[in-house]
């Protein structure tokens, strides 16, 4: 135990990935390169400056995004495609140059500007995930600056092992980071989807953001004790507060390798009901982690992150590739693989769409689908072709109305027709079923229910929606109730609908990985339930708890 230290600082924020750890501050203070503005009457030689920085910022994402993929994940690695896009983005190139050629200045000070105001829009934007974009302009604008003024980025490295606090974390300093000398992090600022977060949950160290601006550079090299569970961090603790998460971080051992036993076994209830334990993934590279917890399936394939990795649509083929590759890795259990749910929070530049005032509620997911026969066949026709080699099933986003439900099977007869005259083998009863994300879907499900195979209740978007809540919203914190009981009642109408028509149902939103519900989701009747890889365990030994008949 270290000294008593004479006065503790406690700061709270969200926990965004359990544990318990204790060790030096290394605080990262980001400097902004020095801009000047410079007049310029060569206003095409500045352009011609920024072209090139360009290329040198596309090959240091292409790197990045490389590294990212093999070293932590797809999901992590779509950050950097997300740059990739924003280097191309027509607003934000306009704007640059329109700020060279208007007001005659270098390019570093265009790039500057144009990056401020789009941080400063991005940062005032309702939607979270938004917000959470508001760094990429950030750390997209500092690479070209630095690209323009010929410097390397800023060395984060660190010597041993470092609790990593800061304001906020840019894509490039957490993807950069040693992972092993990483104890744990924690901002200032964020929520569950800022980048510190993403990469901390893929890498399972203990992180904590939105802990207020009190966090800075005066706690650099102090000792600190972080607690991922209840998102707190403890800057000069005392024995009293050391004693007391030393405790927890044994009993938090001691239930970790009670969990892991749990590997190998059949989910199922203290008293015997089957429960369907499966995981969510973003892309093909995320089913190693899905084997290693033991997940009996995957419940949540999000298709949509093959129409953001480039600038054009993905083809069949690629579609095909990444499909069957999952299919074949699972050996036999069932992959959901939902459909293109681009717009509000996943944009993407291949499909060319106009902003939105409010994206959550415009022109996304089904709605593109339908509207856009080609590009939703072309997908149709890759998930049926990868059919053929294993257990797939197919899942709706955003659906509000049985119409649409009809509409979608409309386009999948008549790939399922092309296929036949074209010889194509592929399973003739692959599941359909859709999302209940929606309100209006939760209290017609009784109806769409005699439409499909099956029920994935997604708990984000329905409990935003019904709560007219911004989950992430700091200022709504105390308003925001995840068991509402309208949301609750919500749900178990929706399985009830689905049983009485005969159908399965299942939950892919967060709500799942909530321990504190998976008591009350198997007694309202659940079937299936779908979380992140790494929670697998952990709700298996919950169910194993529970009696379902109770």
């Not at 997911?365 to 026969?373: F, H, S, V």
């Not at 509409?407 to 359909?432: C, H, N, Q, S, W």
């Amino acid at each position: 135990m270290w000294k008593e230290a004479a006065f503790m600082i406690k700061l709270k924020g969200s926990g965004v990935c359990s544990g318990i750890v204790i060790g030096k501050i290394t605080y990262i203070d980001r400097s902004a390169p020095e801009v000047r503005m410079l007049r310029s009457e060569d206003s095409d030689a500045e352009l011609q400056r920024v072209e090139k920085a360009k290329v040198t910022a596309l090959a240091q994402l292409t790197e990045l995004y490389e590294k990212t993929l093999e070293e932590v994940g797809s999901e992590s690695a779509e950050i950097f495609n997300i740059q990739r896009m924003m280097l191309n983005d027509r607003d934000y190139n306009n704007a640059v140059k329109n700020i060279i050629v208007g007001d005659k200045v270098n390019a570093e000070y265009a790039v500057a500007v144009a990056g401020d105001n789009f941080e400063m829009m991005l940062s005032s934007m309702q939607d979270d995930y938004m917000r959470a974009r508001s760094a990429d302009v950030r750390d997209l604008s500092d690479r070209l600056i630095r690209c323009l003024n010929g410097k390397a980025q800023e060395d984060n490295s660190f010597a041993g092992k470092r609790i990593i606090c800061a304001f906020d974390l840019t894509p490039s300093e957490t993807v950069q980071m040693d992972r092993s000398n990483v104890l744990a992090m924690v901002t200032a600022v964020g929520s569950s989807v800022s980048h510190a977060a993403i990469l901390a949950r893929t890498m399972g160290i203990p992180a904590v953001v939105g802990v207020g601006r009190k966090l800075s550079a005066d706690y650099n090299g102090e000792m600190a004790a972080v607690d991922g569970t209840d998102g707190v961090i403890y800057i000069d603790p005392d024995e009293k507060t050391l004693a007391e998460l030393e405790a927890k971080h044994k009993e938090e051992l001691k239930h970790r390798e009670v969990v892991k036993k749990l590997k190998g076994r059949s989910t199922a209830t203290r008293d015997g009901r089957k429960i369907n334990l499966y995981a969510n993934i973003s892309g093909v590279s995320d089913v190693e982690a899905v084997i290693a917890n033991d997940a009996e399936g995957i419940g949540l394939f999000r298709s949509e992150f093959l129409y953001m990795a480039g600038k054009d649509l993905p083809s069949e083929e690629t579609q095909f590739a990444a499909y069957k590759k999952v299919a074949e890795a699972m050996g036999g259990k069932r992959v959901i693989v939902r459909t293109m749910d681009i717009g509000a929070d996943k944009q993407a530049d291949c499909l060319g769409l106009e902003p939105e005032e409010n994206p959550a509620m415009g022109y996304r997911a089904i709605r593109i689908c339908l509207n856009n026969k080609d590009i939703f066949k072309t997908q149709l026709r890759a998930l049926y072709r990868a059919s053929a080699y294993g257990k797939l099933a197919i899942m709706f986003p955003m659906i509000i109305s049985a119409g649409e439900i009809r509409t979608a099977k409309y386009f999948v007869e008549e790939v399922k027709a092309e296929l036949r005259a074209e010889g194509i083998p592929f399973d003739e009863d692959m599941e359909i079923g859709i999302m209940i994300e929606t309100p209006a879907a939760a209290v017609i499900s009784d109806t769409l229910a005699k439409e499909v195979d099956f029920f994935s209740i997604g708990t984000n978007d329905l409990t935003q929606y019904t709560l007219a809540i911004d989950r992430q919203n700091p200022v709504l914190g105390e308003f925001y109730d995840p068991y509402h009981p309208a949301l609750k009642r919500m749900i178990k109408e929706v399985i009830d609908n689905a049983h009485a028509a005969g159908i399965w149902v299942g939950l892919c939103g967060e709500l799942g990985s909530d321990p504190n519900m998976t008591d009350w989701l198997i007694k309202a009747g659940i079937d299936e339930i779908s979380v992140s890889p790494s929670m697998v365990l952990e709700i298996r030994g919950r169910i194993s708890e529970t009696e379902a008949s109770s």
